[in-house]
């Protein structure tokens, strides 16, 4: 059987955003052990700082011409997704489960879908908003238990707050990204993005919050693989996904990271997981399956 290139492209954006997803799905596995013992903005500048040499060797070295337009988007980037929306993160994930800062980074999506929509003239059919609307809704149990009767919006932590507004901003560093995509190395814009934002977390938290540098040795292993693989890898074929496959697809199957996220914590960190998680993870699923549909999208011209 044989496949067009788009064909070929477009099977390898799935491919990259499903390996995207399971690759993420480990940040809050790993970060959860590591915000109790190490700064978050502290962690935030290392994991940034060491995505961006990871991804060095697969930068490419020839000179692209940019324009001055260019060059504030790259700082557009680089503040949204690589200051704001991590330290906003790991700040949360001091008192959230790491299950639930999986589940909650589901907002990612919405978010994502609803700027794509507005700034990307990407238009969704019916299916593809039950779609978006399953995983929205995976969101609302996680938060709410499905407890609405005694439910009051005193009950949120602020913390959890800060995890929901981590994901809009990491949602609107998807949707710039993808636009510098076009015209850029996807490599060279996760490489830049992350130089850029750890540099500026490490001067925030050594100059700004005053953070001792003492980690111990136990510490340096999980930071690593927290920045080359759950940072620089998975936003790496996240982007690859995004070129090929557009935002809104990608960023839904994408989502499949908070389900990996929620295995590895019950598995790797013992975390109990609830039957509302479950059911959470399983409508998110099949929303997943219907945006993966080739009706589902309406591309732009």
């Known amino acids: 059987m044989s496949f067009t290139i788009s064909d070929k492209q477009e099977r390898i954006g799935y491919f990259c955003a499903i390996l995207a997803a399971v690759m993420f ?97 990407e238009k969704l059919r019916v299916v593809g908003w039950i779609a978006i609307l399953l995983v929205l809704a995976g969101m609302v149990i996680i938060t709410t238990n499905l407890n609405f009767a005694d439910f009051t919006l005193q009950q949120i932590h602020y913390k959890d707050m800060l995890l929901i507004l981590s994901m809009l901003f990491w949602a609107l560093d998807n949707n710039l990204s993808r636009y510098l995509a076009q015209k850029m190395d996807v490599a060279n814009i996760v490489q830049i993005k992350s130089a850029i934002g750890g540099v500026m977390l490490l001067v925030i938290a050594l100059f700004v919050f005053r953070v001792d540098i003492n980690l111990e040795a136990s510490q340096i292993i999980p930071i690593l693989v927290l920045g080359s693989v759950g940072f620089a890898a998975s936003l790496f074929f996240f982007l690859q996904g995004l070129k090929r496959i557009g935002t809104v697809r990608t960023i839904t199957i994408f989502s499949m990271s908070s389900v990996f996220g ?40």
């Open 25 to 121: 799905g480990s940040v809050s596995v790993l970060a959860k052990p590591l915000v109790s013992s190490v700064d978050p903005i502290l962690l935030a500048s290392l994991v940034y700082i060491i995505s961006a040499i990871t991804l060095s060797p697969f930068a490419q070295k020839k000179k692209r011409h940019l324009t001055k337009r260019d060059l504030l988007l790259i700082l557009s980037i680089a503040v949204c997704g690589a200051v704001i929306a991590p330290s906003l993160y790991f700040v949360g994930l001091t008192h959230a489960s790491a299950s639930d800062a999986a589940l909650i980074a589901n907002g990612e999506v919405f978010f994502s879908v609803l700027l794509a929509v507005m700034f990307f003239r």
């Open 262 to 301: 929620l295995v590895a914590a019950g598995i790797f960190l013992a975390e109990k997981i609830s039957e509302y998680q479950i059911i959470a993870a399983g409508i998110m699923i099949f929303g997943v399956y219907l945006v993966s549909r080739k009706e589902t999208v309406i591309s732009p011209a």
